[in-house]
T-cell receptor, first 116, second 111 residues
Framework: GAVVSQHPSRVICKSGTSVKIECRSLDFQATTMFWYRQFPKQSLMLMATSNEGSKATYEQGVEKDKFLINHASLTLSTLTVTSAHPEDSSFYIC????????????FGSGTRLTVV | QKEVEQNSGPLSVPEGAIASLNCTYSDRGSQSFFWYRQYSGKSPELIMSIYSNGDKEDGRFTAQLNKASQYVSLLIRDSQPSDSATYLCAVGTGGGNKLTFGTGTQLKVEL
């Protein structure tokens, strides 16, 4: 149980374009989802927290107009990187929480974004 | 500043030995503690969770929590080469299930 599917696994895009990343909870309802970014040899940095049906809460220093998060259902959250630039190239990982101990903190497989 | 600190390593242990990974945290209000394993280029995988003081064992893994001293550790018995990875300590505070991660300790299990 507690499977989180994330797509795409890899994406290469041109500078200035937008990229959408999907995160789905397959066998539980995810009341809360988290989006992280990880640069090489660094730890996970929380970007934002999204709760189903409400606006996402962004961490300090994260531009909400650049990283658009939508959590319209209990099984799907999307992160859209708008007007991507090479410095946005990173490993983006989502995590979903069903709220209970047994389901908490399951990570998706991650998305490697390269902006050229 | 809420922080989670880990020694970056690498920690090298011979195959079959016990690997001991340590983590300290600064927020005394922290209530949940997790160890994740991350292979290079992959997303983290939950190894252990612990919520109360003491030891929690699961197979070859034992998590130890001491809230008074604000540390949590992970012991890996009979270490295998496949255990070679980066181990991330994560701490949750209050409601909302938000986690703060340490920078991770790289473990190398040598033949």
């Amino acid at each position: 149980g507690a499977v989180v599917s994330q797509h795409p696994s890899r994406v290469i895009c041109k500078s200035g374009t937008s990229v959408k990343i999907e995160c789905r909870s397959l066998d539980f309802q995810a009341t809360t989802m988290f989006w992280y970014r990880q640069f090489p040899k660094q730890s996970l940095m929380l970007m934002a927290t999204s709760n189903e049906g409400s606006k996402a809460t962004y961490e300090q220093g994260v531009e909400k107009d650049k990283f658009l998060i939508n959590h319209a259902s209990l099984t799907l959250s999307t992160l859209t990187v708008t007007s991507a630039h090479p410095e946005d190239s990173s490993f983006y990982i989502c995590s979903a929480s069903g709220g209970g101990e047994g389901y908490g903190y399951t990570f998706g497989s991650g998305t490697r974004l390269t902006v050229v | 500043q809420k922080e989670v600190e880990q020694n970056s390593g690498p920690l090298s242990v011979p195959e079959g030995a016990i690997a001991s990974l340590n983590c300290t945290y600064s927020d005394r209000g922290s209530q949940s503690f997790f160890w994740y394993r991350q292979y290079s280029g992959k997303s983290p995988e939950l190894i252990m969770s612990i919520y109360s003081n003491g030891d929690k064992e699961d197979g070859r893994f034992t998590a130890q929590l001491n809230k008074a001293s604000q540390y949590v550790s992970l012991l890996i018995r009979d270490s295998q080469p496949s255990d070679s990875a980066t181990y991330l300590c994560a701490v949750g505070t209050g409601g909302g299930n938000k986690l703060t991660f340490g920078t991770g300790t790289q473990l190398k299990v040598e033949l």
